[in-house]
Structure formats: C-alpha cells, structure tokens
C-alpha cells in the first residue's frame, strides 16, 4: 500500500505516522525529518533546506521531489510506503504520481488530517522530540514521564526551531495543503478525511479504519 498523510502544521501527522506504520508494518517516509538529517548533518541539501525551514516556507519542488524520488528507488520502499509531509502540492504529487506509476504502483488513500488553527498553535509551542529515536510529545497532551527524557530511550528532548511564533504564522499562512491538491486525491477517489481533534488513540483507530 502506498498512503499520504496530509494535515496543516501540527496536524499529527508525525505522531500518526509513527503510530499507523509501527502497526501495518509500512515504511515511514517523513520529507521533514530527512531535511532535518541533512541539516544536522550539514550537508549541501541541508544548508539549502534549512534557510527555507528558518522562514516556515517550503523548500523548493526540483530538490525535494529529487530526495524523494532517491529515497523510494531503494529496496525497502518497494512493498509499501507511508508519506509524511509529502506532497505538499500539485507538482510534487504528479511526480509521486508518475514515479509510482512507472513501477506499476499507485496512492492508495489520501488521508486528510485537519486540526483548527488555535489547536495547531497550541500542539506546535507545546512539542517536544527525542533527538535519538524521533519519538514526539507534547507538554501537555502526551507529556514524558520524566521531562527532558525520552521515555522510549532515554533521549534527550529538545524543541524544533521552526515551532518559535513567529514562524508557526508563516507555515500555516503557506503550508495549510492547498484545495488544488486535495482534490488531486478526491477525484482519484482515494481521499478519506479524519477529525484530527480526537485523542491520539481515537484518531489511529480512525487512520487505521479508512485504511480497511
Ligand atoms: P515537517 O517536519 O513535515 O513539518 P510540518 O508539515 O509543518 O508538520 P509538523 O512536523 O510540524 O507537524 P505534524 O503534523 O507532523 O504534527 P506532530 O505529529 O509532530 O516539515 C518541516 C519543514 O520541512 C517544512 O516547514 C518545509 O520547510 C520542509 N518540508 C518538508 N516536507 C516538504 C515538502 N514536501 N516540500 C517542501 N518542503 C518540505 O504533532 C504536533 C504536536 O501535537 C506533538 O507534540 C504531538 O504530541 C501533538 N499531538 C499530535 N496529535 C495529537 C492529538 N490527537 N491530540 C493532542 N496532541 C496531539
């Protein structure tokens, strides 16, 4: 199966990634996460991603449908895929599109997450990320056990740049996906919408059923 999570900033599209994946056994593919290796990592790719992350715009289509379409030629993308952050617009889901295509696979569903602003401000300034496994939390909703440490591995936690105010204004004045792209995947009929203010359990439960 191939699946794209889409959602606002703050959505819950990490956390459900994580969640849907560990259960179906689909590999997670989070465009936001390989940016912020290259960054850490700071390669080329990460010092051009990271003065666009810095602002909450996009980083350019060319680049980042080239690191996805590298990462789903590999092996263990071949069986099934969970995308996370990707697409965010027409382009990048024609790529996808034609990519899949090309090997005989196609989306399978689109699942839309939607959260409404004020919650979206309150899940990002609240979040908080394992920098050893990538677990996420939120101070409030799903706080750790011990605060600072992860309590899947003893990580330690820190905050995302981008959650500052002032650029969670920009990413969800720019980042929202665009009624373009959600009906790419409604007129393929393979769009499913899902209430994403229920508890983190009820909104897997609701993942996991548009899935059947
Ligand atoms: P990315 O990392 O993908 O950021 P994003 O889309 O803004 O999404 P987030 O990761 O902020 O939120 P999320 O929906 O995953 O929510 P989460 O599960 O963490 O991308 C980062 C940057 O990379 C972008 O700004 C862009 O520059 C670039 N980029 C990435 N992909 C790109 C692409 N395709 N094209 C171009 N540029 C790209 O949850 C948030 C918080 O809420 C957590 O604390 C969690 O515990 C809590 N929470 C989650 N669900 C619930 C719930 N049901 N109830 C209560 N709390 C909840």
């Known amino acids: 199966?191939?699946?794209?999570?889409?959602?606002?900033?703050?959505?819950?599209?990490?956390?459900?990634?994580?969640?849907?994946?560990?259960?179906?056994?689909?590999?997670?593919?989070?465009?936001?996460?390989?940016?912020?290796?290259n960054v850490r990592n700071n390669t080329e790719l990460g010092r051009l991603a990271k003065m666009h992350m810095d602002k909450g715009e996009l980083v350019p289509d060319e680049v980042t449908v080239q690191m996805l379409l590298e990462r789903i030629g590999?092996?263990?993308?071949?069986?099934?895929?969970?995308?996370?952050?990707f697409p965010r617009n027409v382009v990048q889901a024609a790529a996808l599109d034609e990519a899949l295509r090309s090997r005989g696979d196609?989306?399978?569903?689109?699942?839309?997450?939607?959260?409404r602003d004020e919650e979206l401000i309150a899940r990002l300034g609240g979040r908080w990320i394992c920098r050893s496994c990538g677990h996420l939390y939120h101070e409030r909703n799903d706080p750790p056990k011990k605060a600072g440490v992860c309590g899947e591995c003893g990580g330690e936690l820190y905050q995302r740049e981008d959650d500052r105010p002032e650029v969670v204004r920009t990413r969800l004045d720019r980042q929202k996906p665009s009624a373009e792209l959600i009906n790419h995947y409604r007129s393929a009929t393979v769009l499913r919408e899902i209430d994403g203010e229920q508890s983190l359990d009820e909104v897997t439960r609701?993942?996991?059923e548009a899935l059947d």
């Open 74 to 85: 590999r092996l263990d993308a071949v069986k099934g895929v969970m995308f996370d952050g």
């Open 1 to 37: 199966m191939f699946i794209v999570l889409l959602g606002p900033p703050g959505a819950g599209k990490g956390t459900q990634a994580q969640r849907v994946a560990a259960s179906t056994e689909l590999l997670h593919i989070s465009t936001g996460d390989m940016f912020r290796e």
């Open 206 to 208: 609701l993942l996991l």
């Open 106 to 115: 196609s989306i399978d569903r689109a699942l839309l997450i939607s959260v």
